[in-house]
């Protein structure tokens, strides 16, 4: 194999084409998230804003699973393939949605394809390339979500205001022929078909226990969204279900924080729960208290693009190899201060840039996070237990975001969110300030949690050792 890059003639079409999916896949987070108030309001289902987030998450968690069943057995074009065309008709049925329940429905096929993607594409790096260009290709996939959190809120923004919120989903799929038409062939070409050697076993266990995590999920989200005395019933069925299948599915001791990789496996999942759940809260506040347009309320998170690509590059640097720990403490101090900031601009002397500058730093602390508690996973993990680990991180990613933004859209909703969709005082003054506030303070809360596991990721050695 010649000594060339990424971009070489061996591996041009290949990276190009991943990455593309990659960006197809930011690019869609960043312009949906823009678009989803006026999407809410126009459909009534405002009191379902965080559902809509989190059916992504919940569907999602189902497709990692299936992705690294199907991908061990046959290699990973298959399940690519099918999750771009996943991902494609749920933006579509959103789009076309008359009804929340539709636009919903919409999401969960997003998140399906979603899940099968991601999981898909690290095959496909494991697979295709050198271990030497591994971290290249994996710094490209960080690098590809940087133009498109600057620019998705503002075209997402644009389109919604000139051309409608439906508009924004129905348009993201007429980008899906670039990346099949630059990844596909060549996914078959150095990466398709089965492995080498015996494939892997299928487990059915794992299937049903991914199927049983988003069966409770699901059944979580909606008694929360219910929240009628008869509500109960489906939280207690979802927790029946879910807690074992998670508990089946994760290290032991995650739960109780134990050191080393149980802790890391937590502390990322507090992190990304605690810090999607309240960024998918910002555009809502801003345009309904403040009056922002979606172009600028999209601006005001835009930023933090380029900033959390910044964090990612800086826990890279050998030199800070050492201070992982000391890193990640202060990434999970910075978001916590960042979700505790935002909601201050519910306060209308506050000036609205304050969110801005607060999610720019909320970002840098997410890149030196995120990326370090993949960094040492790997560290930890037996090359054996790579892959089993990797969807554990995952899953508890997934897993987090969908259970604070059902519970943050419960705390919403519960507290008069829903009153946005009405057409009373409430409504017309952007709806109480409290149904907010209790979506940060629920993120705040998990995200100063996570600065405590962050002291947990290593394991401690004997005394003398």
Same mark, same amino acid.
């Given at each position: 194999?010649?000594?060339?890059?990424?971009?070489?003639?061996?591996?041009?079409?290949?990276?190009?084409?991943i990455?593309?999916?990659?960006?197809?896949?930011?690019?869609?987070?960043?312009?949906?998230?823009?678009?989803?108030?006026?999407?809410?309001r126009?459909?009534?289902?405002?009191?379902?804003?965080?559902?809509?987030?989190?059916g992504?998450?919940?569907?999602?968690l189902?497709?990692?699973?299936?992705?690294?069943?199907?991908?061990?057995?046959?290699?990973?074009?298959?399940?690519?393939?099918?999750?771009?065309?996943?991902?494609?008709?749920?933006?579509?049925?959103?789009?076309?949605?008359?009804?929340?329940?539709?636009?919903?429905?919409?999401?969960?096929?997003?998140?399906?394809?979603?899940?099968?993607?991601?999981?898909?594409?690290?095959?496909?790096?494991?697979?295709?390339?050198?271990?030497?260009?591994?971290?290249?290709?994996?710094?490209?996939?960080?690098?590809?979500?940087?133009?498109?959190?600057?620019?998705?809120?503002?075209?997402?923004?644009?389109?919604?205001?000139?051309?409608?919120?439906?508009?924004?989903?129905?348009?993201?799929?007429?980008?899906?022929?670039?990346?099949?038409?630059?990844?596909?062939?060549?996914i078959?070409?150095?990466?398709?078909?089965?492995?080498?050697?015996?494939?892997?076993?299928?487990?059915?266990?794992?299937i049903?226990?991914?199927?049983?995590?988003?069966?409770?999920?699901?059944?979580?989200?909606?008694?929360?969204?219910?929240?009628?005395?008869?509500?109960?019933?489906?939280?207690?069925?979802?927790?029946?279900?879910?807690?074992?299948?998670?508990?089946?599915?994760?290290?032991?001791?995650?739960?109780?924080?134990?050191?080393?990789?149980?802790?890391?496996?937590?502390?990322?999942?507090?992190?990304?729960?605690?810090?999607?759940?309240?960024?998918?809260?910002?555009?809502?506040?801003?345009?309904?208290?403040? #009056?922002?347009? %979606?172009?600028?309320? +999209?601006?005001?998170? &835009?930023? $933090? /693009?380029?900033?959390? @690509? =910044?964090? !990612?590059?800086?826990?890279?640097?050998?030199?800070?190899?050492?201070?992982?720990?000391?890193?990640?403490?202060?990434?999970?101090?910075?978001?916590?201060?960042?979700?505790?900031?935002?909601?201050?601009?519910?306060?209308?002397?506050?000036?609205?840039?304050?969110?801005?500058?607060?999610?720019?730093?909320?970002?840098?602390?997410?890149?030196?996070?995120i990326?370090?508690?993949?960094?040492?996973?790997l560290?930890?993990?037996?090359?054996a237990?790579?892959?089993?680990?990797?969807?554990?991180?995952?899953?508890?990613?997934?897993?987090?975001?969908?259970?604070?933004l059902?519970?943050?859209?419960?705390?919403?909703?519960a507290?008069? #969110?829903?009153? %946005?969709s009405?057409? +009373?005082?409430?409504? &017309?003054? $952007? /709806?109480?300030?409290? @149904? =907010?506030? !209790?979506?940060?303070?629920?993120?705040?809360?998990?995200?100063?949690?996570?600065?405590?596991?962050?002291?947990?990721?290593?394991?401690?050695?004997?005394?003398?050792?």
């Amino acid at each position: 194999m010649p000594q060339e890059g990424v971009l070489g003639r061996t591996f041009r079409a290949l990276s190009i084409g991943i990455v593309s999916v990659v960006v197809l896949i930011a690019f869609e987070a960043t312009a949906v998230g823009t678009a989803m108030p006026v999407a809410a309001r126009e459909l009534d289902g405002v009191a379902l804003y965080g559902f809509a987030f989190s059916g992504y998450f919940t569907t999602s968690l189902f497709g990692m699973v299936l992705a690294g069943q199907w991908a061990d057995r046959r290699g990973p074009l298959g399940a690519l393939a099918a999750g771009i065309g996943a991902f494609a008709a749920g933006l579509l049925l959103s789009g076309t949605a008359g009804a929340m329940w539709l636009f919903i429905a919409g999401r969960a096929v997003q998140g399906l394809g979603g899940g099968l993607v991601i999981v898909a594409l690290y095959v496909v790096v494991s697979r295709a390339y050198p271990e030497r260009l591994r971290p290249a290709i994996m710094a490209a996939f960080a690098a590809g979500w940087v133009v498109p959190a600057i620019v998705g809120p503002l075209v997402a923004g644009t389109v919604t205001e000139q051309l409608g919120w439906r508009w924004v989903f129905i348009g993201i799929p007429a980008l899906v022929a670039v990346p099949l038409m630059l990844a596909l062939p060549a996914i078959r070409r150095m990466a398709g078909g089965p492995p080498e050697g015996e494939p892997a076993r299928f487990e059915a266990r794992r299937i049903r226990l991914a199927l049983g995590i988003s069966l409770g999920a699901g059944l979580l989200q909606y008694a929360g969204q219910d929240l009628r005395p008869l509500s109960v019933l489906p939280a207690l069925a979802g927790l029946a279900v879910l807690v074992p299948s998670v508990l089946a599915l994760l290290p032991r001791g995650t739960f109780r924080a134990g050191r080393g990789l149980p802790s890391v496996i937590l502390l990322r999942g507090l992190a990304a729960g605690s810090f999607i759940a309240a960024e998918s809260f910002i555009p809502l506040m801003l345009v309904s208290r403040r #009056g922002l347009s %979606l172009t600028l309320a +999209g601006l005001a998170l &835009a930023v $933090g /693009g380029a900033t959390w @690509a =910044f964090g !990612s590059y800086l826990q890279s640097r050998p030199r800070l190899e050492h201070r992982r720990e000391a890193l990640v403490r202060l990434g999970m101090m910075l978001v916590a201060a960042a979700i505790a900031a935002a909601p201050t601009v519910l306060i209308e002397s506050v000036p609205v840039w304050i969110v801005a500058v607060a999610w720019a730093w909320g970002c840098f602390g997410m890149g030196l996070v995120i990326s370090s508690t993949s960094v040492l996973m790997l560290s930890l993990s037996a090359p054996a237990e790579a892959g089993a680990n990797s969807a554990a991180l995952q899953i508890s990613d997934g897993l987090s975001n969908a259970l604070l933004l059902a519970g943050g859209g419960a705390a919403f909703a519960a507290l008069g #969110g829903g009153a %946005l969709s009405g057409h +009373g005082a409430e409504a &017309a003054t $952007g /709806g109480p300030a409290t @149904a =907010f506030a !209790s979506v940060f303070a629920l993120s705040v809360l998990v995200a100063a949690v996570g600065i405590w596991v962050a002291g947990r990721l290593r394991t401690v050695s004997p005394a003398g050792v």
